[in-house]
């Protein structure tokens, strides 16, 4: 089966950590970008961070950067997106992206079926 399977979401305290992790199996992550989106209830979805490559150097936006951290395991085929001093703002789904080129004529785009994160007093 071709998917990504996030995990490691939770309720967790405002001031608190978590750390989301994303398994790819049926693919190879090495030559794909990936993002972590997320989603708030009512809203749209958003990336949070991203980078161009398995591996290569990441981007965040500015509502997540110096709190989060993505990395990736390329022994283990997979993503992980560490979130420090979590705000009640960060509550949203969490998913994880892979977009890559599969053939000359063809980009593959994959996502998680997302993973909750609640930060809440």
């Known amino acids: 089966q071709v998917q990504l399977v996030e995990s490691g979401g939770d309720l967790v305290q405002p001031g608190g950590s978590l750390r989301l992790s994303c398994a790819a199996s049926?693919?190879?992550?090495?030559?794909?970008?990936i993002a972590w989106f997320r989603q708030a209830p009512g809203k749209a979805r958003e990336a949070v961070s991203c980078?161009?490559?398995?591996?290569?150097?990441?981007y965040y936006t500015d509502a997540v950067k110096g709190r989060f951290t993505i990395s990736s395991d390329s022994a283990k085929n997979a993503v992980y997106l560490q979130m420090n001093r979590l705000d009640p703002e960060d509550t949203a789904v969490y998913y994880c992206?892979?977009?890559?080129?599969?053939?000359?004529?063809?980009?593959?785009?994959?996502w998680g079926e997302g993973t909750q994160v609640t930060v809440s007093s």
């Open positions: 992206n892979a977009v890559g080129r599969t053939s000359e004529l063809a980009i593959t785009v994959y």
């Open positions: 049926g693919f190879t992550l090495d030559n794909y970008a």
């Open positions: 980078m161009s490559s398995f591996g290569s150097s990441p």
